[in-house]
């Protein structure tokens, strides 16, 4: 089958079969490696990727299902001048630990603070409870969203109070 979709701003065309997941597209047939196939029933979460803003399990989605939808997956997070706010809180609080769980955790937490910026501690648990971490290394993935919310809130609150060129800086 041809599906047609954008993954990360690019619009792509596959040819592939009906029964092939999202997943097993993104990876053998666009390359896109980042987004890692754990246990294949939706429950680990490695998988997660943004489609149409919403953080869904590419391992329970087929390849035709995508069709017409705006796909990003963790390399597609990264901004062309290096990481994103989300990343750098990541690495910071050393929550990467062996990496497996890490572009899930990424997308997850990426799409929660895209729809929710002032997301409270308890909600960013609860959100990041059905992605599986056989490191345990909870507190510190926890603590970096946390640090990127609060990044992120820092950032959109600057650039609200910055004078526009059609606003004088009295106003």
């Not at 059905?130 to 345990?136: A, D, E, K, P, S």
Request: proline residues 5%; contains cysteine.
């Amino acid at each position: 089958m041809q599906v047609h979709f954008r993954v990360n701003g690019s619009a792509v065309e596959v040819q592939t079969e009906a029964r092939t997941t999202l997943a097993d597209c993104l990876r053998h047939e666009l390359g896109l490696t980042g987004t890692h196939v754990g246990c294949e029933h939706g429950v680990c979460g490695a998988c997660t990727v943004i489609v149409d803003g919403a953080a869904v399990r590419s391992c329970l989605m087929l390849a035709v299902q995508a069709t017409g939808t705006n796909v990003v997956t963790v390399e597609g997070l990264s901004p062309p001048e290096g990481l994103s706010p989300l990343q750098a809180a990541f690495r910071q609080h050393h929550a990467l630990q062996c990496g497996f769980c890490t572009p899930g955790m990424l997308t997850t937490a990426h799409a929660l603070l895209a729809t929710e910026p002032d997301a409270s501690e308890a909600r960013i648990r609860d959100v990041l409870s059905g992605n599986l971490c056989r490191c345990t290394g909870y507190i510190p993935i926890v603590q970096a969203v946390l640090s990127a919310r609060d990044a992120l809130f820092k950032a959109n609150a600057v650039a609200s109070d910055t004078p526009t060129a059609t606003t004088s800086p009295a106003a």
